[in-house]
C-alpha cells in the first residue's frame, strides 16, 4: 500500500470510529510529527487554518492531543499506543451505551398473522453472520449440527465459541473435505466429525462462477443458518430461520438425515 493510500486509510478509519473529517486529518497529520504550530499542520493537512484549531480543541478534549500554550502555540499527538487505547475505551462504550438505549425502548410487537410470515431472514457479512451462528448454538439444548463448506468459515473464534457449548448438547460437524474433518478433531475434541459424500460440499463438483456453501448450522431441529460465499469478492450471506415446521428447516432436517448423519426423525414435520 503506497504512503498516499496509508494515509488515507488511517483518516477514513478515524472517521469510522467517530471523527470528523478535519480532526482525523490533524490528529494523523500530527502523528507524523515531533509537533506543530496550526500553520504547519494546516500545510501537512491541507485543512484550512482557521479549523485547525477547532478540530485540534476537539482533538485534546479527547485525549488525543497536547497542546504547549506558547507563542505560537505548539501540537503533538499523544503516543501511539496510548491514542489506539483510548479510541477503544471511547469505542466500547459508546457500544455499551447503544446497546443499553436500545435494550431499555419498548419493543413494537407485530400482530400474530403478520409475524407469523416472518420466518425467513437474510444476513450480509461474515462477522454479522458468525455472531449469528454463535448466538443460536448457545441456545442448544439438545443438538447442534454444523456442515462447513468451506474453511474460511473456520475461524479461531467459531472453534473457541464450539468449544464452550454445553457438554451435553451433542456437536455433529461434517464438512466435504478430510483436511477440515482432520482440524475439527484436532481442535474441537468433542464434536462428532464426520466426511460428507454430498456432491455440493465439495469443491470440485462446484462450477468455478457458482457461489460456493460457506456454512449450514441447524440447532435444536428448529432453527437454521445457511450461508454461500462469492467466489469472486469473497463475501459471505446467509439465510436464517425459525421454528418446526418452517419449510427450510424441514428440508435441511431431511436432507441431513439421508445418508449424512444419523438423526433422529423429529417429533414434528
Same mark, same amino acid.
Given at each position: 500500500? #503506497? ?38 499542520? =494546516?500545510?501537512? #493537512? ?8 477547532? %478540530? @485540534?480543541? !476537539? ?5 488525543? +492531543? ?16 496510548? %491514542?489506539?487505547?483510548?479510541?477503544? $475505551? *471511547?469505542?466500547?462504550?459508546? @457500544?455499551?451505551?447503544?446497546?443499553? %438505549? ?15 410470515? *416472518?420466518?425467513?431472514?437474510? /444476513?450480509?457479512?461474515? $462477522? ?16 447442534? @449440527? ?5 474453511? %474460511? +468459515? ?6 473457541? *465459541?464450539?468449544?464452550? /457449548?454445553?457438554?451435553? &448438547?451433542?456437536? !455433529? ?5 478430510? =483436511?477440515?474433518? $482432520? ?14 459424500? /454430498?456432491?455440493?460440499?465439495? =469443491? ?20 437454521? /443458518? ?14 436464517? &430461520? #425459525? ?20 438423526? #433422529?426423525?423429529?417429533? *414434528? $414435520?
Amino acid at each position: 500500500m #503506497t504512503s498516499d493510500a496509508t494515509h488515507e486509510e488511517a483518516v477514513s478509519l478515524l472517521q469510522e470510529l467517530g471523527l470528523k473529517e478535519y480532526e482525523a486529518k490533524c490528529f494523523v497529520g500530527l502523528s507524523r510529527m515531533s509537533s506543530g504550530t496550526a500553520k504547519g499542520l =494546516s500545510e501537512v #493537512t491541507e485543512v484550512p487554518r482557521t479549523r485547525v484549531y477547532d %478540530a @485540534v480543541r !476537539i482533538l485534546e478534549a479527547k485525549g488525543l +492531543v497536547e497542546v504547549q500554550h506558547s507563542s505560537p502555540q505548539q501540537f503533538r499527538a499523544v503516543p501511539l499506543s496510548e %491514542a489506539t487505547e483510548t479510541l477503544r $475505551d *471511547q469505542y466500547e462504550e459508546r @457500544v455499551e451505551r447503544l446497546q443499553s %438505549a436500545l435494550s431499555e425502548m419498548g419493543r413494537i410487537e407485530a400482530d400474530d398473522d403478520e409475524a407469523e410470515l *416472518q420466518e425467513v431472514w437474510s /444476513l450480509s457479512g461474515s $462477522d454479522a453472520i458468525e455472531n449469528r451462528a454463535a448466538a443460536i448454538s448457545a441456545d442448544a439444548t439438545d443438538e447442534v @449440527v454444523l456442515i462447513i463448506g468451506s474453511e %474460511a +468459515v473456520l475461524t479461531e473464534p467459531l472453534i473457541g *465459541q464450539l468449544n464452550s /457449548l454445553d457438554p451435553s &448438547a451433542d456437536l !455433529i460437524i461434517g464438512t466435504g473435505s478430510a =483436511s477440515i474433518r $482432520d482440524r475439527v478433531e484436532q481442535e474441537i475434541p468433542h464434536a462428532t466429525a464426520f466426511l460428507s459424500e /454430498l456432491d455440493w460440499l465439495h =469443491s470440485e463438483m462446484i462450477p468455478e462462477e457458482d457461489a460456493a456453501v460457506g456454512r449450514l448450522l441447524l440447532v435444536d431441529r428448529s432453527a437454521m /443458518l445457511v450461508s454461500s460465499i462469492d467466489p469472486q469478492t469473497g463475501d459471505e450471506q446467509a439465510i436464517f &430461520a #425459525t421454528g418446526l415446521r418452517n419449510g427450510l428447516i424441514v428440508i435441511a432436517r431431511r436432507l441431513l438425515s439421508q445418508g449424512v448423519v444419523e438423526m #433422529t426423525a423429529p417429533e *414434528q $414435520d
